[in-house]
């Protein structure tokens, strides 16, 4: 009688539906599902942002697929994506730096006072601050082994606040004429205007991912980067004072941050508090959407090009469908999650923390 209980306990119910499933499990483990599975994580930032494309074609059609709108993408994408690049070096080394929006929002105000003080060149004060403000990061998270993550928060507010007391409140604007409102502030630079604009901004920002993906894929500085994620302890056994390597990151960290704020001074025509906030998330988010691994060790310019925009058009497409603004950080939080969600090999992860 128990013998009979156990073999009606253990008989499957369907046996079409266990077959079916023991199909499933062989093909998704065997070496050609393995492959594709692959594939299909590897190229997860170009089907997401194909994906995004079509659903907004299909929405909004010639309004979101138009050449005025497809410019105005163009224009948008430069400052986040610059961002993004600073985000990368400091994440393929397994760390993180959440102070990237404020570190620009204080470099162009810095570049904005530095025009006014010494002209044209006074741009190159604000890349200065911002590579100064990377190698203060650097150094305290490097010598005195404070988690990147607590350095860089704390330097986030240190920075805004810095700016706020600098600023006065006070935003400093550029022209392409002299202003004649005393109580404005401004500098004139038809020229950093002309930067700001398309195709211009779009010829400035290909530049600089060429010449960091030549970095990052090329030279001896961007396999150590990937060294320094993967196994830190094997980088040190080389030979190479990781300490002073980790400050070198975030200050060329600090440079595109840098870059970004001269995009950003260019772009809106104004030095204000404001510049940069929450700007970092979105950095994260580019990043990570891009298939960076956040524990380092790997990651892709392409890719993280293609993660910035996609959450630029992400947020354009909402808006010409006529979405809040708050609900437009809603799906982009969702396309995020839902993207690594796939891109994820979980077999390879022992632990989440």
Not at 310 to 334: D, H, M, Y
């Amino acid at each position: 009688m128990a013998s009979d209980v156990e073999k009606e306990v253990i008989r499957p119910n369907d046996e079409a539906n266990l077959l079916t499933a023991k199909l499933g499990m062989l093909w998704w483990d065997s070496p050609q599902g393995r492959i594709w599975i692959g594939r299909i994580r590897d190229n997860v930032p170009f089907i997401a942002i194909t994906l995004v494309i079509l659903l907004f074609w299909f929405i909004s059609g010639d309004r979101f697929m138009s050449v005025r709108n497809w410019t105005f993408i163009a224009q948008q994408t430069p400052v986040l994506l610059l961002l993004a690049f600073a985000q990368l070096l400091v994440v393929t080394t397994g760390s993180i730096d959440i102070s990237v929006g404020s570190n620009l929002g204080f470099s162009a105000y810095m570049a904005a006072l530095g025009m006014l003080w010494f002209g044209e060149l006074g741009l190159l004060v604000g890349i200065f601050s911002a590579v100064f403000i990377g190698v203060l990061n650097g150094t305290i998270f490097s010598l005195f082994k404070i988690s990147s993550f607590v350095t860089t928060l704390a330097m986030l507010i240190i920075v805004r606040a810095v700016l706020v007391i600098v600023s006065d409140g006070r935003s400093i604007y550029v022209s392409d004429q002299p202003m004649s409102n005393s109580n404005i502030t401004s500098i004139e630079a038809k020229w950093l205007l002309d930067l700001g604009q398309f195709p211009q901004i779009l010829y400035f920002t290909v530049a600089v991912a060429v010449l960091l993906w030549v970095v990052y894929e090329k030279t001896v500085f961007g396999q150590q980067l990937k060294a320094l994620g993967g196994n830190e302890k094997v980088l040190r056994l080389t030979g190479i004072s990781v300490n002073w390597f980790k400050i070198q990151v975030f200050a060329a960290a600090g440079f595109m941050v840098g870059l970004a704020s001269f995009i950003n001074l260019a772009r809106s025509g104004a030095a204000t508090v404001q510049a940069g906030e929450m700007l970092e998330l979105d950095a994260i988010a580019a990043v990570a959407l891009g298939g960076t691994v956040l524990t380092g060790g790997y990651g892709s310019v392409l890719k993280t090009v293609v993660g910035a925009l996609t959450l630029t058009i992400v947020a354009n497409g909402l808006t010409i469908a006529g979405v809040p603004p708050s609900w437009s950080r809603i799906a982009r939080g969702i396309l995020l999650i839902t993207a690594i969600a796939i891109s994820l090999n979980r077999k390879q992860i022992d632990v989440v923390k």
